[in-house]
């Protein structure tokens, strides 16, 4: 059974950092891509980054995170992170894990989600 477990999420002053992690266990086919997409209220679940397990990051096409947010891994602890900085009130959202793998035994599963506050 696979299980996402994150952490890392809670309440921040504007300007301030957080740091996400999501540990992935149970894995027994590795791990393609990792990820994390952000919901804020009354809002679509949108990208925040995603990174391959060559370590190719990708992230959203907004201006919102360039700059600001960085995702990284550590394929040998199945753990993605999410390096957050100079938060911004717009920045509050739930915060979602994503891991995915293709083709043989492939799977698309969620984390239970961690929530982001950033105070004004």
């Known amino acids: 059974q696979v299980q996402l477990v994150e952490s890392g999420g809670g309440l921040v002053q504007a300007g301030g950092s957080l740091r996400l992690s999501c540990a992935a266990s149970?894995?027994?086919?590795?791990?393609?891509?990792m990820g994390w997409y952000r919901q804020a209220p009354g809002k679509q679940r949108e990208l925040v980054a995603t990174?391959?397990?060559?370590?190719?990051?990708?992230?959203s096409d907004s201006d919102s995170v360039k700059g600001r947010f960085t995702i990284s891994r550590d394929n040998a602890k199945n753990t993605v992170y999410l390096q957050m900085n100079s938060l911004k009130p717009e920045d509050t959202a739930v915060y979602y894990c994503?891991?995915?793998?293709?083709?043989?035994?492939?799977?698309?599963?969620w984390g239970q989600g961690t929530q982001v506050t950033v105070s004004s």
């Open positions: 994503n891991i995915r793998r293709w083709g043989y035994r492939g799977y698309d599963l």
């Open positions: 990174i391959t397990r060559e370590g190719v990051s990708n992230y």
């Open positions: 149970g894995i027994i086919f590795s791990i393609n891509t």
